[in-house]
């Protein structure tokens, strides 16, 4: 998992508030078929906004440390019930300042 400064994580939430949620987390929670999805994206385009909707019975806080994780990815923001992960990617897509 990375960790981002606070001038990264800045640029990145900026970055991120024009993007749509790529990813919707529901009733079945965090599922290898949404695993895979958001690792698709990472790899693609290094930033991902994810939705979590009301079926999903976890913590938005869990939900977020968890994809992390299993994403080896950063949290870049937690906003309501949506999550910017961030992962660079091997052609580096983001130049982070």
Do not use: N, W
Not at 6 to 15: A, C, D, Y
Not at 47 to 76: F, H, N, P, T, Y
Request: a positive charge; charged letters at 25%.
């Amino acid at each position: 998992m990375q960790t981002l400064t606070g001038k990264q994580v800045r640029f990145l939430r900026g970055l991120g508030h024009g993007l749509k949620p790529a990813v919707m987390i529901g009733r079945g929670d965090i599922t290898s078929r949404v695993l895979a999805a958001i690792e698709e994206h990472l790899e693609a385009k290094e930033l991902i906004k994810i939705k979590i909707q009301e079926g999903c019975s976890m913590d938005r806080k869990e939900v977020a440390a968890e994809l992390a994780v299993k994403s080896q990815a950063a949290v870049a923001q937690i906003l309501g019930k949506t999550i910017l992960l961030y992962r660079q990617s091997k052609e580096q897509i983001i130049t982070l300042p």
